[in-house]
């Protein structure tokens, strides 16, 4: 019973312009949940916007932190902001981990992201069927390549720990 009082949850967060990709990891080799959320505007537009999707994760989630993989443009900057924000309210920290530390995490697997893809699919096995096809060139990236980055993210948050991880809050 007492090893439960010492878990730690993570929830590692790909963002994009339209949608992000979660993972959920309780220590670091307990995956509990994953997915892909959009939050696409216009005629398409999902009914629950982006802050409330994120606050519903969170409640439903209750991370001790939150490891976002660094990404850069203006829309991911506000969507950044609302999560730090949505976190500092619920007392959860939030960390955020650059492309080149996750490469450095995998140094085995760091060729692309497929790769490290592949990897984790490999240590998690119910991950097998979220796995995306390989990308060829003139295709746009995967929407189910973000589940995986932020896997990738949050066991970089486990295995370099806080020092080499960005604060946010």
Do not use: C
């Not at 959320?37 to 994760?57: D, E, W, Y």
């Not at 999560?83 to 996750?102: F, P, Q, T």
């Not at 949050?154 to 604060?167: D, E, I, N, Q």
Request: no cysteine; charged share 25%.
């Amino acid at each position: 019973m007492s090893s439960k009082l010492h878990r730690k949850r993570i929830l590692g967060l790909d963002l994009h312009n339209l949608s992000f990709g979660f993972a959920i990891l309780e220590d670091r080799d307990t995956l509990l949940d994953w997915g892909v959320k959009s939050f696409r505007p216009g005629t398409n537009s999902v009914k629950i916007p982006f802050p409330q999707k994120v606050a519903r994760l969170l409640d439903e989630v209750n991370p001790k932190a939150i490891v976002l993989r660094a990404a850069l443009g203006v829309r991911l900057d506000q969507n950044v902001r609302t999560i730090s924000s949505l976190a500092n309210a619920r007392g959860i920290r939030v960390r955020m981990v650059s492309h080149d530390r996750i490469l450095q995490t995998f140094p085995d697997h760091r060729r692309n992201k497929h790769e490290i893809a592949l990897f984790l699919a490999v240590r998690f096995p119910e991950l097998a069927e979220a796995l995306p096809p390989r990308p060829k060139p003139w295709r746009s990236e995967h929407y189910r390549t973000s589940i995986f980055e932020a896997l990738a993210a949050s066991l970089t948050y486990f295995g370099t720990g806080k020092s080499a991880v960005a604060p946010l809050n």
